[in-house]
């Protein structure tokens, strides 16, 4: 029916959260926006190769794909921050599972129920090696980019990066950054927010796709 689906975030965590997604159907790539448990196509609209039984076929196979979909979520918040017993709380979505955890001393400590009730042994070692590894990178910010309307006239890129435990949005157009709401400049001091400002620059400046 269709094949190689890619499905991304827009504005994660915002109130007008979207997903934009790109499918194959027979040959030709289709592209749009799922939001509020709707399909909204890009021109071209699939319907000009498509019978309406066949589109209509294809659009309930893909809403009941991602009404199902599972959205993993992390979230992540310093605990006497700035003190010598310094560490982070988190919590994390893993197959439609909350888990939550200290991270302290470089070393995961899971709250009850353990991930490991539901996780095989190798699964799990795989989160918590993706999770450390986020971790003990966290000083550095880690900039996820991701375009929205890819080829097209109104290009751009959102992104998101975290911030001492906090995660900040924003859009990276016509060369400049704008940030969503909350504002990092809220928790950072100018030549912090200066300094991360510049580094997001240069990161995406260099490595946004092609």
Not at 63 to 79: A, G, S, V
Not at 112 to 119: D, R
Not at 132 to 150: A, G, R, S, W
Request: glycine share 4%; proline share 6%.
């Amino acid at each position: 029916m269709f094949q190689d689906i890619e499905v991304k975030p827009l504005f994660e965590g915002q109130i007008h959260e979207c997903y934009q997604f790109s499918l194959n159907i027979e040959g030709y790539n289709y592209q749009g926006i799922f939001h509020n448990e709707e399909i909204q196509w890009f021109h071209p609209h699939p319907k000009n190769k498509l019978g309406e039984d066949e589109l209509d076929e294809v659009e309930s196979k893909f809403y009941d794909k991602m009404t199902n979909h599972d959205h993993p979520e992390f979230e992540l918040k310093p605990i006497f921050k700035d003190q010598i017993h310094e560490r982070y709380q988190f919590s994390l979505n893993i197959e439609g599972y909350n888990y939550q955890g200290i991270f302290h001393n470089e070393e995961i400590q899971w709250f009850h129920p353990h991930p490991k009730n539901k996780l095989g042994e190798d699964e799990l070692d795989e989160v918590e090696s993706k999770f450390y590894d986020k971790m003990t990178n966290h000083d550095q910010p880690e900039v996820e980019l991701k375009p929205i309307f890819k080829d097209q006239v109104h290009e751009r890129y959102q992104f998101t990066l975290n911030i001492e435990g906090y995660n900040y949005h924003g859009i990276f157009h016509d060369e400049e950054i704008q940030w969503f709401h909350p504002h990092p400049k809220n928790k950072l001091e100018k030549d912090d927010l200066d300094e991360i400002e510049s580094k997001v620059y240069h990161t995406i400046a260099i490595n946004k796709p092609n």
